[in-house]
Structure formats: C-alpha cells, structure tokens
C-alpha cells in the first residue's frame, strides 16, 4: 500500500555528526516499520508510513556512534508488536523494546516479549495518531505487566496534562514521559505550563523524561536553538531521570530531520560530559538493561 499523502520518508542522507556520543551511548526512542511485506500495518491505522526495517535503523545508529537502541512501538503497527520484537532479536541484545499492547494480550505473549527484552508499554494520548485506550483498561494492563517490572511511557501534549496529571501520578510504576511533554516553545520554559510538568517531576520520583524530538516543536527549525532551553531546564534539574532518542524514522514530520544534527543538539541541552554520560548511558542503561 502507498503511504500516506503527505508523508514524510525518513532522511537518505544524514550528515555525519560533530558530536561523538560517549561509548555505550543509548538511543532510547526509535521506531521501525515493516517491512510492510513481511509484517503488515495495522488496518486500523491512521497513516501509512515507509518501510523503515531494523537493518536501516541499526546502520543509522552505527554511523551516528550510539551502541544500543529502545525501539518503542508505533501506531501504524498498532497491537501487532512482531516487527519490534523481530528487531530485539536481531540486535545481539543491544536493543530493548517498548510495546503497545491491548487487554486482549495474553499472559503468554506478555512473557513472549519480556523474554525478548521488552521494558514497557506505551500509551498515546494524541487522539490525532490513535484512540484513547479507557483509563480503566489500562490500569488493569499496568497491573498485569507490574510483574515483569515494566515501565509505562506516555505520550500527550503539555495543554493537556492538567486532565492527566491525577491519572498519570497514581500510577504505580516507572512514568516516562516521551518528548518532554510536548511543550509550546512559543510560550517559554518559565511558562505556567511548563512548570506545572517540573513541578510533576519533583514531586514524583517514579517520572523520566524523554528530551528528544525538537524538530517536532520548534519553530524557527535546525538546528533547534528554540527547543534547547526546554531539554537544557530539564536535563541540569533531573540529570538522573533523563534520556535521549532520535525518533527516527520520524513519523508524521512535516520536514524530515537531518539525523546527524539531532545528534549534535546532544550538547545544548546536556553541556557537560558528565551530563551527557548521564543522558546517554547510565541512565538507560538503569532503566532497561538493569
């Protein structure tokens, strides 16, 4: 099937990066798709996207000096989790995975995929991209995947945590939050906003934050001096509790990002080597190979 009008295949060039993350360095947000041929997407989608298989994404990662990747499932596979677990299995165990799953998952396929090296499971509140899954559905899924220790990422936009907030923080297990919350750059880091998903985070030790994806909020583009500020606030205030991730291949882009200058926005937002150390290793390493 052909993608979607509008779509945005990934970058076929990306540029060789200035920066040269630390060795170990994770990458904890990545996608692949397909190949359509062999693992369909889902009829229930709402865009189709390019195939983007795992020797892509792994090529990518080699050439741009990470070591390891978190591949998190995307909504054009939606429930249908075998592309990603293909991937880990593949990865000679430098990869995890974060999958979507509904309540109809059964035990079995639960322990399939954390003996693959699944982490988590991943819930999108852009009713844009996917459908809600009921609140009380998903705490009945967090109940079920608690006994493999699994963490629970969200995805929302930042005008919306104050209906999540009550929900997100009585959750009993590790909360990471994907893109920052998906903060409006316009508004500012000081903004009453933003500083309500602060104040969320020094309250509750159990949130992480992702500080990737600033081509998906900034407005004046590459290289992204506009998102810096926001991913920096974060990064010099929980340095424990912060991860990094390409997002590639980039869905739903209106401009594909050059993948080698994400990977040099690394050091506006984590200025020191420790800090990057922290962003980039120990602290993935932590949350999904310990």
Excluded at 225 to 234: I, K, S
Aim: glycine residues 6%; neutral net charge.
């Amino acid at each position: 099937m052909p993608m979607s009008p509008g779509y945005v295949p990934f970058h076929p060039n990306p540029s060789k990066p200035k920066y040269k993350p630390p060795p170990g360095a994770v990458d904890t947000h990545c996608h692949v798709f397909g190949p359509e041929a062999k693992f369909p997407f889902a009829p229930e989608r709402k865009y189709t996207p390019c195939d983007a298989p795992k020797e892509k994404l792994f090529a990518l990662r080699d050439f741009l000096g990470f070591d390891k990747n978190v591949i998190v499932q995307a909504s054009a596979h939606s429930k249908d989790n075998r592309a990603m677990v293909d991937a880990l299995g593949a990865a000679s165990g430098r990869a995890k995975g974060i999958a979507f799953v509904g309540e109809e998952v059964t035990d079995e396929e639960l322990a399939w995929m954390n003996k693959a090296g699944v982490r988590g499971v991943r819930f999108n509140f852009l009713k844009r991209l996917v459908d809600y899954t009921p609140r009380d559905v998903l705490q009945r899924i967090v109940k079920r995947v608690q006994k493999f220790d699994w963490q629970i990422v969200v995805y929302f936009e930042m005008p919306d945590l104050p209906g999540l907030e009550d929900f997100l923080t009585a959750l009993p297990t590790i909360v990471v939050v994907d893109h920052m919350g998906t903060p409006d750059v316009k508004k500012g880091v000081d903004h009453p906003e933003n500083q309500r998903f602060h104040r969320l985070m020094d309250r509750h030790g159990n949130f992480w934050v992702k500080v990737s994806c600033p081509e998906r909020m900034s407005v004046a583009g590459p290289p992204y001096d506009d998102v810096a500020p926001f991913g920096r606030a974060l990064v010099e205030r929980f340095p424990d509790r912060v991860i990094w991730g390409s997002d590639w291949p980039h869905p739903n882009v209106k401009v594909a990002p050059d993948d080698g200058v994400l990977v040099d926005y690394i050091p506006k937002i984590a200025p020191t080597a420790e800090l990057q150390r922290k962003l980039l290793v120990d602290n993935p390493m932590r949350l999904y190979w310990s």
